[in-house]
């Protein structure tokens, strides 16, 4: 007998959901869901590796519950007077954020984002048994002070998830919108700066405002800027008391021994990880301007990707490109498209595709 899910004993809540996931396809030129495309220079990932092979020689014994060694690496990196006690980490920045939900979030409670904003954020919510609100946004994606504080004050969230700069839009987010959501909040709230790295390199983090703020967090990723995706390595900065929050909920050891050696190795070789991201940001900026000549709408972008307006039928202009080989995302804002700014190749592969096909509206 053939048994489907609705045959299980499934919560009721979760009936009717599709798991997260983007299309994934063996395509030559892959912009689909905000890699980082260069690959891991090859005197970096030797390194890792010989530090993985260290690492390798214990694994009979489980690794170091607290990443001490990972939490100052990480520290380090993020400079701003933080210490490891100040520092959490999981596998990718998702888990993070799963650990800060399963902490302040939950049943009967509410998470709140202003929609459009990174699709996982609903699904985490879900998944943990509290509800998804979502606010709105400008229809150039901004957000003002004064209309984040009424949405935050009629809502009244338990948990609030800021993306900044915001996915899928690449939209910044100013630091005094952030002051004032937490200020109008009287719960947690979460800035994930997945791609601050790409952002100009004098504008200030959300981590300049942790000092005096115990329910404020600041999410990171290395899947970005370090091109660590497939290693799957999150972290976040907030007050001390909140870090121990966290240890109520994660499962025991759930950093292996592998993953904490090969992210300590790849930020000990920071300056040379984030080399790569002057570059991406070149492909981004002239993603744009060729988008813009080429009749489309793109919207302002401080991230390693970039939303465009003006497709008469995203459906027929994604699989016309896929057809050419190039996979991008269809994120489901109508009329509009996303492309991941890839090497220098990457970026003219789609390009030239693009152009080829004549869809804008």
Not at 283 to 310: C, K, M
Not at 316 to 323: E, N, V
Request: aromatic share 8%.
């Amino acid at each position: 007998m053939t048994v489907s899910l609705d045959d299980l004993p499934l919560r009721d809540d979760l009936r009717g959901l599709r798991p997260y996931g983007a299309p994934q396809a063996p395509l030559p030129v892959a912009l689909n869901v905000n890699e980082n495309t260069h690959p891991v220079p090859e005197h970096v990932a030797s390194d890792i590796l010989d530090d993985i092979a260290v690492a390798l020689r214990d694994v009979n014994r489980y690794p170091d519950r607290e990443f001490t060694e990972l939490r100052r690496a990480f520290a380090g990196y993020l400079g701003h007077d933080l210490d490891a006690s100040n520092i959490w980490a999981g596998n990718g920045s998702n888990e993070v954020l799963q650990h800060i939900l399963q902490a302040f979030a939950g049943p009967g409670r509410t998470v709140f984002g202003f929609a459009p904003t990174y699709s996982m954020y609903p699904l985490l919510a879900q998944g943990t048994g509290a509800t998804w609100v979502a606010g709105t946004r400008h229809p150039d994606y901004e957000i003002t002070v004064d209309e984040a504080v009424s949405q935050v004050r009629r809502h009244d969230p338990d948990v609030i998830l800021l993306c900044a700069p915001n996915n899928p839009t690449g939209t910044p987010l100013p630091l005094d919108v952030i002051e004032a959501v937490y200020e109008a909040a009287r719960g947690i709230v979460i800035v994930d700066e997945a791609y601050q790295e790409f952002a100009p390199r004098d504008s200030p983090s959300a981590l300049t405002l942790l000092e005096g703020r115990p329910r404020l967090a600041v999410s990171r990723t290395m899947s970005k800027a370090f091109a660590f995706a497939g290693a799957r390595v999150g972290y976040l900065a907030a007050d001390p008391a909140f870090i121990d929050a966290l240890r109520l909920v994660r499962l025991p050891y759930h950093l292996s021994a592998l993953t904490q050696a090969a992210a300590v190795a790849a930020l000990r070789n920071a300056p040379t990880m984030l080399a790569m991201v002057d570059e991406i940001v070149a492909q981004r900026d002239r993603i744009t301007a060729t988008l813009e000549a080429l009749g489309y709408a793109p919207h302002r972008s401080w991230s390693n990707f970039v939303l465009f307006g003006g497709v008469a039928d995203p459906a027929a202009t994604w699989r016309a490109l896929y057809d050419k080989g190039v996979l991008i995302r269809d994120v489901g804002i109508p009329n509009h498209l996303r492309v991941t700014a890839g090497t220098e190749a990457e970026t003219t592969a789609f390009l030239d595709a693009l152009a080829s096909i004549g869809s804008a509206s």
